[in-house]
Every structure is written in C-alpha cells, then in structure tokens.
C-alpha cells in the first residue's frame, strides 16, 4: 500500500486517551490528520481505506533492547539475521528497534555495527532498524551476567572511537564507576547518542555523579547492578530516585516479579519508564540450545540461561510485555502502551511513538483480544494478518 491511506470507524489510541471512534489519514509516510466520528469527504477521497471495525489503531511499538530472534543474533553481523529480526519484530507490533550488540572482541562488535549501518542504508522490509544500542564492552565484570567477562575493558579513545565511525550506535550502556569510561559518556553525548548505566556496581553516589555527567538512561532495571537497601541504595535506589533517568524494565515475569513492576510503577512516572524485551534468538522458537553474542544458552519453558546460570536475555516479544505490564499493574491499555512507544522514542529523539499530525505514520492496529492484526511503517503496510 502507498499513497494515502484512511483508517476508519475505530478507537485511536492518542496522547490525550483513547478515543472511541475517529479517523485517521496517512499521506506520504506520516500522520496528515485525524479526528473523531466520521471522516470527512475530503479525506476520504483518494485514499484507500482500511476499516477498524470496531479495533483500535495504536502506535508502533518500538524497542531498544533486543538482541534477535527466529535464531538469529546482532551479533551474527549478517544482513539477512537482521532482516529476519525485523520481520519478526513487525509480526509482534514493533515498528521499530535498536538492534543491540554483547560484549565481545571490539573485532566482532565492530563488523556488526557495520553490518548494522549497511542494512539501515538498505532497508529491512518489516520493523525499521533505527539504529544500535551498544551493550559493553564497557561494563562491570562482577555485573557481567550473561555477558563475557573475558572481553570487558575499560574505556579508552582508540578503542572506541573505531566503534562510533559507522555512526549508528543510538545508545550506550556502560558502568560509570570507574573513572576510565567518564570520557566515552562525553564522547558519545557529543555524538548524540544516549548513554545509560548498566551492567554495574555503581553506589548511590557514583550513579549520580554519572547523571551530571549526562547518563539519562538505565539499562534493565534491578538486573545486573547493584540493588536497592535501605542504608545503601545503590544503583537501583539511584534509577527509582532520579527524574533524569529513563529506566528499561524486562515485563517477562521472570527478570522482574510482578508486584516489583508494579511497584515501579508507582514509585516511577510511567514518562520514565520504557519496556524492552532484551530478546535473545531463541525467541519465537521452541526450547532447545542457542547463542547470545556467541555464548551458548539453553532455553528451558522460554527462560533463557548462559552455563553460568544466568539469566541470558529473554523470549519476549513486546506486545506480550505491554500486556504483562498491563496485568500487573491493573492499568489499562493507554497508560501502559506509551512505555513501549512514546518513552523509547522520546528516548532516541524520534518523531515516532504516539498518535499526533506530523509524526512518522509507525502504527499497529489491535484486535478485540490485544493481538496484532496489522503494521505500518512509514506508511507503509510491512505486516498484516
């Protein structure tokens, strides 16, 4: 489908809430108009129409934290894995992602930052590539997980520099409590990209002072950082504290129990939280062995675990972490969607994640039960059931 395109007689998911009943029209790639009741005839005309029936058309969700998918990895550094991610990622409402790297030999990390460049360049023909997210090196050995300590390091300009040359890394996450990496946090704040804490042991103080330095992001919150007590609040105390950090949160039920999301909840503005999947490539798959980042992984009930036992990744799609966030929290659909939408792309400084004249047109049409019925890119129709 091209040109303009109507969607009618449904709920739109907007900004200001859910409206029961409007229309929407998409002309050259973006949101032209939309109001309430019945579209009007000069909307009407020309453009191919697509009935809602009754669903609610919603914005595209969009995640900057997975790693793959249908066996495929980032970290692959081969065109069709990410191809395949995206057409995956699309079947599940992301219209965009942040395809994201493992701590590995700076080698390997930078021929899939490459691989990432050419396909954005190319086009991925389902959910848009909208960048990287770098995952370490930089991180905290005795945080590492499911990450390799045996290639973590410390922060230095000839190791770096190389990494940002393909100018596609859109977030960085990094432990800020050796002094070594407070350089690399200028570097990429220069170079517009956001930079969050993760993988790190960092006190309540040193996550602060990592603030002033420009982090404005926490990379899955509670997981592999140090926690939250009551005398020592740690880098979790910091994340819930700080209105200058966005925090990622893994809604799989297994990384975060449900009364803790929905504690966040409370205890975070729901503008400050942003759901990823932190998918690994056994996700969309049967239980079985894979790889993250080359590391094995057994797979076992759709829990991912490294041979260290770590949680490695996970086989979450977003769409099933939007309705996890839902259940445990008891909010409905239009306070919960924008943690995938609206957050991430004010995140990245995108013109995408909500409903309004002039953005992008990255919109998912939702079913009676939730499910994904159609995606659009750019106006354009990549998925459709």
Not at 250 to 276: F, M, N, S, Y
């Amino acid at each position: 489908m091209s040109g303009s395109i109507l969607f009618r007689q449904g709920g739109i998911c907007t900004p200001e809430g859910l409206v029961p009943e409007g229309w929407l029209l998409v002309r050259d790639g973006s949101i032209a108009r939309l109001g309430t009741g019945e579209a009007p005839p000069d909307a009407t005309a020309g453009a191919q129409v697509i009935d809602l029936d009754g669903r609610i058309l919603a914005p595209g969700l969009i995640d900057v934290h997975t790693h793959g998918a249908l066996g495929c990895d980032t970290m692959d550094a081969d065109p069709a894995s990410l191809r395949t991610m995206a057409a995956f990622y699309a079947r599940h409402g992301v219209t965009g992602f942040l395809a994201t790297t493992m701590t590995a030999s700076l080698q390997e990390i930078k021929a899939a930052l490459d691989n990432v460049a050419a396909v954005m360049t190319e086009g991925t023909g389902g959910a848009a590539l909208l960048g990287a997210h770098l995952e370490g090196p930089y991180l905290n050995p005795a945080y590492a997980g499911a990450q390799s300590p045996e290639f973590v390091v410390r922060a230095d300009l000839s190791g770096y520099a190389p990494l940002f040359a393909s100018g596609v890394v859109r977030l960085v996450t990094l432990a800020p409590e050796f002094p070594e990496n407070h350089a690399l946090i200028a570097f990429a704040r220069a170079r517009g990209t956001v930079v969050s804490i993760g993988h790190s042991g960092a006190d309540y103080a040193a996550a602060l002072e990592a603030v002033s330095l420009g982090v404005s992001h926490v990379t899955h919150l509670y997981n592999a950082m140090s926690p939250l007590n009551h005398r020592q609040p740690g880098m979790v105390g910091a994340a819930l504290a700080s209105d200058a950090l966005t925090c990622e949160l893994i809604a799989d039920l297994v990384h975060v129990h449900p009364a803790v999301l929905a504690l966040t909840l409370r205890l975070k503005d729901a503008e400050r939280i942003a759901l990823v999947t932190d998918a690994m490539s056994g996700t969309g798959m049967p239980d079985g062995d894979y790889t993250l980042g080359g590391l094995p992984v057994t797979v076992t009930d759709g829990v991912a675990r490294g041979a260290n036992g770590a949680l490695a990744g996970s086989t979450l799609t977003l769409e099933r972490a939007v309705a996890n966030m839902m259940q445990a929290t008891g909010q409905p659909l239009e306070t919960i969607l924008p943690m995938a939408s609206r957050v991430p792309a004010r995140v990245l400084g995108l013109p995408k994640g909500d409903i309004a004249a002039g953005l992008d047109a990255d919109l998912i049409v939702l079913g009676s039960e939730g499910q994904e019925d159609l995606t659009m890119v750019g106006g354009q129709v990549v998925w459709q059931r």
